[in-house]
């Protein structure tokens, strides 16, 4: 369920997985208006539907309309996965956060949150998931910046240290010495404008990572590559948080295969 959803490649994923271990079932995009999201939801359990994964925007708001949320998802304010349980009630999960972390760790084995200072932009459902999972990965220092400034203080008061709160007039020099650069706003996705970002003060070392895969390199990941810093697209979070959501509807836990690889490249 999205506003918009027609660019998702998740229907893909799960269905290239519902055919390889020939399961009965199908993945289907819902576009679904903000305004009727608990309708959406509500409705689930009668249509037969095992769950549903959520996209912009409907991350946050959903929490309300669950029945159930996980430690995890509740820490991050943000479900991203909702299962339908046997009495009809509804659970929420999210696994946005390890599939980022892990998307980082395919890209770069070594990886470590504690390497240096983080910068993070956006303060919606990603950008929660991102933040909570870096900081409980030992990074020490996460500066956070969104175009609204209430909301940044907001999240950051809410998250507390590491986290701290820097106006987006300041973004160009909160990538000073830093080693994660992170975005989650929508800027750079097709059909957005470019993320308005001069990466003069950013460190050639520091790793460049953009959670939009669509297109999967956004104006902001060429720029770093061209100037030679490493990068890492959102394809790798979006395999990453579909395996344990399969997992719950199905109870099969799925591979991110170079079949399915080939089968989402080739659709860009």
């Not at 009630?89 to 696994?95: A, I, Q």
Request: charged share 20%; proline share 7%; with cysteine.
């Amino acid at each position: 369920m999205g506003w918009p959803v027609t660019h998702s490649r998740s229907p893909l994923i799960h269905n290239h997985w519902i055919a390889h271990h020939g399961l009965k079932g199908a993945y289907v995009p819902l576009q679904v208006q903000i305004e009727l999201l608990q309708d959406a939801l509500r409705g689930l359990p009668a249509l037969g539907f095992a769950g549903c994964n959520l996209t912009i925007p409907h991350k946050v708001e959903a929490l309300k309309y669950v029945d159930r949320v996980d430690e995890t998802a509740r820490r991050m304010g943000a479900i991203n996965t909702i299962v339908v349980q046997p009495d009809g009630s509804l659970s929420g999960f999210n696994n946005d956060g390890a599939g980022y972390i892990q998307c980082l760790r395919d890209e770069q084995p070594d990886w470590r949150a504690d390497a240096g200072p983080v910068t993070v932009l956006g303060a919606g459902g990603a950008a929660r998931a991102v933040v909570l999972s870096l900081a409980d990965r030992g990074a020490k220092e996460i500066r956070l910046l969104n175009r609204t400034w209430a909301k940044t203080q907001a999240l950051a008061a809410e998250f507390g240290a590491p986290v701290k709160a820097i106006p987006w007039e300041q973004r160009h020099e909160a990538l000073a010495d830093i080693a994660l650069l992170v975005n989650t706003t929508d800027q750079g996705m097709h059909g957005q404008p470019a993320l308005d970002l001069s990466l003069a003060r950013l460190p050639k070392s520091a790793l460049v990572s953009d959670v939009i895969y669509i297109p999967l390199e956004t104006p902001l990941l060429q720029a770093a590559r061209e100037r030679g810093n490493p990068t890492v697209n959102g394809l790798g979070m979006l395999l990453n948080q579909a395996r344990p959501a399969f997992h719950a509807w199905f109870g099969v836990m799925p591979e991110v295969t170079p079949a399915l690889r080939a089968a989402i490249m080739a659709t860009f």
